[in-house]
């Protein structure tokens, strides 16, 4: 078999075997010369079979820590979902995920602190200048038996800041959206923007993700029910191989009837 061939066909046979179940999400795949002797080949065959995973999400690679199964295309499939409800144990809101009844934690310290706002996209959305020092709610969250699901950062616009000065003194999730509300601009309405895009270096390293896989990029924009201007901006980054979008898709009333009368040819 030719060289260019052979790693992929090695990648192939090591794919079959998680996705078989042979190791789970979070089992340590075997050394590079362990795989050598199994297949008869190379170090620098299995290391680019391994490189061909790591990049489709099935492994995690670390110098010096091993090869860690990553989850794949194994995670149920789940529709995300459009309904902001509201909590029934705390104040504040649910949102839309694909996290179904699973126990989510929190991975790292929680950050609660003013920072400035450089990304031009985000700015722009939140309605300010690139570089403004704009409150920030930093999060990396998933189920609890899991590596870190999503990294959550949301701005909050300076004109709001006053109403979620002491937030840190009170954890409830979507607590400080209620603050917002109550300070006059209920209801807040949101939107979502949805795309896929390559991860940072810190953000790959928080993930537990290679920086050749890419992420699903979520932006949650929240606008004032008074005015209709952005009050926040929360950005979701979620790595690719944790999460497929699911969409239904609704017939529109023109569509209701099997067809037109006539439009069938006989």
């Avoid at 390293?205 to 949650?220: F, G, W």
């Amino acid at each position: 078999m030719p060289v260019h061939s052979r790693y992929q066909d090695i990648a192939s046979k090591i794919r079959s075997r998680i996705e078989g179940g042979e190791w789970g999400p979070g089992a340590r795949l075997p050394r590079l010369d362990d795989f050598a002797a199994q297949y008869g080949a190379n170090r620098d065959t299995i290391g680019r079979a391994i490189s061909v995973l790591e990049t489709e999400g099935y492994v995690w690679a670390v110098q010096g820590s091993g090869i860690t199964v990553r989850y794949g295309t194994m995670r149920p499939r789940r529709p995300r979902g459009d309904l902001v409800k509201r909590n029934e144990h705390a104040t504040g809101y649910s949102f839309p995920s694909a996290s179904s009844q699973e126990v989510w934690g929190r991975h790292g310290e929680a950050i609660n602190a003013p920072a400035p706002l450089n990304d031009p996209r985000i700015a722009r959305l939140l309605g300010v200048e690139p570089g403004t020092q704009v409150p920030r709610r930093f999060r990396v969250t998933g189920p609890v038996s899991e590596a870190p699901f999503q990294i959550n950062v949301s701005w909050i616009h300076p004109r709001v800041a006053e109403l979620v000065a002491d937030v840190d003194a009170n954890p409830a999730a979507g607590e400080w959206l209620y603050r917002i509300e109550k300070g006059g601009h209920w209801p807040i309405g949101w939107m979502e923007i949805h795309r896929a895009r390559m991860p940072s270096k810190e953000e790959a390293a928080l993930l537990e993700i290679p920086t050749s896989l890419p992420v699903l990029e979520i932006v949650r924009v929240g606008t004032s029910g008074t005015d209709n201007k952005p009050v926040e901006v929360t950005e979701y980054v979620v790595a690719s191989d944790r999460v497929e979008t699911v969409h239904v898709l609704q017939r529109d009333p023109s569509a209701q009837e099997p067809w037109p009368e006539g439009s069938v040819s006989s």
